[in-house]
């Protein structure tokens, strides 16, 4: 195999990326279906309270939260869709920007996950280490109000 380095500024290619890519999570972390349910209801609740916060104050946009699916019209890019899959342990997403993502629960950094409230986590897409909170930024400038030791 042919490797080129395109980021000839740097000393590793991996520099250039990221820090996130070298420890990029390929599996989700166990998690009970309590915990999941907690986690993802955190994080709806969290985003639906900023969401509606900006509808009341900006009217450019449309929420709406029922039976664990939180619709997002916004009218210069498009409709998103976040639903909740108890089955899978997942947050699945359609944005109209950067198409179907499905978010696992992966804990990061160093961290003792049996110490109450020592794990801290985030709702990542397996496939390219992106963070569900990052999408939600740099797609909507949305950062969610999160109580809880997840994110």
């Not at 380095?5 to 250039?16: G, H, K």
């Not at 029922?66 to 019209?73: E, K, N, P, R, W």
């Not at 794990?119 to 949305?142: F, I, N, Q």
Request: hydrophobic share 30%.
């Amino acid at each position: 195999m042919l490797r080129v380095n395109i980021c000839q500024n740097t000393d590793s290619p991996s520099d250039a990326i990221g820090p996130q890519s070298s420890s990029r999570p390929t599996q989700p972390t166990p998690i009970s279906d309590d915990d999941y349910h907690e986690r993802s209801d955190e994080y709806f609740e969290g985003l639906l309270a900023t969401l509606e916060q900006i509808q009341e104050e900006r009217g450019d946009l449309d929420v709406e939260y029922s039976a664990g699916v939180l619709t997002i019209i916004v009218p210069d890019k498009g409709t998103y869709v976040l639903n909740k899959q108890p089955p899978n342990k997942q947050i699945w997403l359609s944005s109209p920007i950067s198409g179907p993502k499905r978010y696992d629960w992966v804990v990061v950094g160093q961290s003792i996950p049996s110490k109450q409230g020592g794990a801290t986590g985030d709702w990542v897409y397996l496939r390219d280490g992106s963070r569900l909170k990052d999408l939600m930024h740099t797609e909507l400038g949305v950062e969610p109000h999160l109580s809880g030791s997840g994110e």
